[in-house]
């Protein structure tokens, strides 16, 4: 009786129902977190649930197919290093994920393994196989640990292609990363150029956050075309490194013909692709390019395809729409063909 009198009260009410609105977010918080550590747990053992986002990606080759022709086996483990399906040599200090996965074999990732998915794979793997017989050249845009850059050349290079891969990073830490590892999977000096700057269009100043401890974070997003007042204010708190804008023209330099640009840029992505649209035409023959919109993706539809260029995979970013706005939880990936560099 006391609390249905007390109900009549608006105040009353509007603590009780503020309070049961509070009891359901966090009820909802809690049922997606336990998703997602069902989805992680899933992950990591590689055996994902059917409906899991890495199976939604649509390709006009067989993409699975793909990654089993250069699956390489009777790999032996290597102390200290986890050794992945095309016999790559990944530092575990890269990421805190991989703490535990010192002397192990990474089995074929499908759908997924801790970094991509079958349509990255497949896609990256198609650009080597229509590569000219004799050579292959990639440039990966934010190559991190030089994910592509040691992935990509190590496939080229057990077709008997030769090699030389190019990467344009910002974090420091990243870089020596990138190097390590292009050294330990048995890159020399001259089959490998890294660029210390922030991938762009044009040249120019960029402003990138720094970290504590190179590996913690990989999406961090840089500030292009820094004014001078911006810079200052980094070089006094000390929040971000400045660094050059590393024009893809640049990034090609003298290469007449590059057979793959990875593009993972956070965000940047259908920018650059439109203000380099000429030059990529000229001397690009495959794209692969991760999204992180929906908005990027249309962009790039609209700006590759009017270019005449041939979409071969293409798996959508998905968002959570749990919530009150969507919230984007795992980012796209399209990789594209230029036929005037490419067979049909």
């Given at each position: 009786?006391?609390?249905?009198?007390?109900?009549?009260?608006?105040?009353?009410?509007?603590?009780?129902?503020?309070?049961?609105?509070?009891?359901?977010?966090?009820?909802?918080?809690?049922?997606?977190?336990?998703?997602?550590?069902?989805?992680?747990?899933?992950?990591?053992?590689l055996?994902?649930?059917?409906?899991?986002?890495?199976?939604?990606?649509?390709?006009?080759?067989?993409?699975?197919?793909?990654?089993?022709?250069?699956?390489?086996?009777?790999?032996?483990?290597?102390?200290?290093?986890?050794?992945?399906?095309?016999?790559?040599?990944?530092?575990?200090?890269?990421?805190?994920?991989?703490?535990?996965?010192?002397?192990?074999?990474?089995?074929?990732?499908?759908p997924?393994?801790?970094?991509?998915?079958?349509?990255?794979w497949?896609?990256?793997?198609?650009?080597?196989?229509?590569?000219?017989?004799?050579?292959?050249?990639?440039?990966?845009?934010?190559?991190?640990?030089?994910?592509?850059?040691?992935?990509?050349?190590?496939?080229a290079?057990?077709?008997?292609?030769?090699?030389?891969?190019?990467?344009?990073?910002g974090d420091?830490?990243?870089?020596q990363?990138?190097?390590?590892?292009?050294?330990?999977?048995?890159?020399?000096?001259?089959?490998?150029?890294?660029?210390?700057?922030?991938?762009?269009a044009?040249?120019?100043?960029?402003?990138?956050?720094?970290?504590?401890h190179?590996?913690?974070?990989?999406?961090l997003?840089?500030?292009?075309?820094?004014?001078?007042?911006?810079?200052d204010?980094?070089?006094?708190f000390?929040?971000?490194?400045?660094?050059?804008?590393?024009a893809?023209?640049?990034?090609?330099?003298?290469?007449?013909?590059?057979?793959?640009?990875?593009?993972?840029?956070?965000?940047?992505?259908?920018?650059?692709?439109?203000?380099?649209?000429?030059?990529?035409?000229?001397?690009?023959?495959?794209l692969?390019?991760?999204?992180?919109s929906?908005?990027?993706?249309?962009?790039?539809?609209?700006?590759?395809?009017e270019?005449?260029?041939?979409?071969?995979?293409?798996?959508?970013?998905?968002?959570d729409?749990?919530?009150?706005?969507?919230?984007?939880?795992?980012?796209?990936?399209?990789?594209?063909?230029?036929?005037?560099?490419?067979?049909?």
């Amino acid at each position: 009786m006391i609390k249905e009198i007390a109900l009549r009260i608006p105040q009353v009410r509007r603590l009780r129902d503020s309070r049961d609105e509070l009891k359901n977010a966090l009820d909802s918080m809690g049922k997606r977190a336990r998703d997602l550590e069902d989805e992680l747990r899933a992950l990591r053992s590689l055996r994902p649930p059917a409906e899991s986002p890495f199976y939604a990606y649509f390709s006009n080759f067989d993409a699975i197919e793909m990654i089993r022709r250069h699956e390489v086996h009777g790999l032996h483990p290597t102390p200290g290093f986890q050794t992945n399906w095309l016999g790559v040599l990944v530092d575990p200090k890269i990421h805190p994920f991989l703490a535990t996965s010192g002397n192990q074999l990474e089995p074929v990732p499908l759908p997924a393994n801790w970094h991509a998915d079958i349509a990255e794979w497949a896609a990256v793997l198609q650009s080597v196989e229509n590569a000219p017989r004799d050579s292959f050249t990639m440039i990966e845009l934010g190559c991190g640990w030089g994910c592509w850059m040691n992935n990509a050349g190590v496939a080229a290079r057990r077709t008997g292609r030769k090699v030389h891969v190019v990467g344009v990073e910002g974090d420091a830490g990243h870089i020596q990363f990138a190097q390590e590892a292009l050294m330990r999977n048995g890159f020399r000096s001259d089959e490998f150029t890294i660029y210390r700057g922030i991938a762009a269009a044009a040249c120019g100043t960029a402003l990138f956050p720094r970290q504590e401890h190179a590996g913690h974070s990989w999406g961090l997003e840089p500030v292009f075309g820094a004014t001078q007042a911006e810079q200052d204010e980094a070089a006094a708190f000390g929040s971000h490194d400045i660094l050059p804008m590393i024009a893809l023209a640049d990034a090609i330099g003298e290469h007449s013909r590059v057979d793959l640009v990875h593009i993972d840029i956070q965000g940047g992505e259908a920018d650059l692709v439109e203000q380099c649209m000429s030059l990529i035409d000229q001397k690009v023959a495959y794209l692969v390019i991760g999204t992180h919109s929906k908005k990027i993706e249309a962009r790039l539809f609209d700006l590759l395809g009017e270019a005449g260029w041939r979409i071969e995979m293409e798996r959508p970013a998905f968002y959570d729409v749990k919530s009150t706005r969507p919230i984007l939880y795992v980012d796209g990936l399209q990789g594209w063909r230029n036929p005037l560099l490419m067979n049909p």
